[in-house]
């Protein structure tokens, strides 16, 4: 499917479950110019666990990714990508919560929009790269998960430890791409939300 953006159209896929909570997700795919897009596996895993919940889902390729129209922006198109594909999301679906979740570069996506007016019920951020990406402090009304692997080489682990006002959710021995990590990282996301 396809939806409208500030560039054209951004190109989606929006998974239902087969019992709705009233929750509907957006999800970040990791960064465009290393191969992420929608069908990322470490975001399959996060849906999976999230419409097992009840939550939809929608996930979106950026600008420049697939089908979508644009061209990569460093983040900052990103964000824009992100805040049009949630209105879409709040005028056709009308969930009665909206979570944003995203992976990787996909995290840092989210917690820009959060710092840009975007609103969330909930933000479960996996694999944020938090000392190599800017996280600025915020403190969020909602509760704002993150799920990342003691062995993740993108991440400070000091400055994840060292994050205040998140829950921590931390793999044993998963890397950044959750490599043979894939159903803890559903069970750890089923068990937060569910």
């Not at 990406?133 to 000091?158: N, S």
Request: with cysteine; glycine share 12%.
């Amino acid at each position: 499917m396809r939806i409208p953006s500030s560039q054209g159209h951004l190109e989606a896929r929006l998974d239902r479950p087969t019992e709705p909570a009233g929750i509907a997700a957006v999800l970040c795919h990791p960064h465009p110019l290393y191969g992420g897009s929608l069908h990322d596996g470490v975001l399959d895993h996060a849906a999976r666990a999230l419409l097992g919940c009840g939550v939809s889902c929608l996930r979106f390729n950026f600008r420049g990714v697939g089908a979508s129209d644009g061209r990569f922006d460093g983040g900052d198109g990103e964000t824009d990508d992100l805040m049009d594909a949630v209105a879409w999301l709040r005028a056709n679906e009308t969930p009665r919560q909206l979570w944003l979740a995203g992976y990787s570069f996909g995290a840092h996506v989210v917690w820009q929009a959060l710092g840009r007016g975007g609103e969330a019920d909930r933000v479960l951020l996996v694999a944020p790269p938090v000392g190599r990406m800017a996280f600025a402090v915020r403190r969020l009304a909602c509760p704002v998960d993150v799920f990342a692997g003691d062995a993740d080489e993108f991440i400070d682990q000091q400055a994840l430890a060292a994050w205040d006002g998140v829950n921590v959710h931390l793999l044993a021995g998963a890397d950044h791409f959750f490599v043979g990590c894939g159903a803890d990282l559903e069970r750890r996301i089923e068990l937060a939300v569910g």
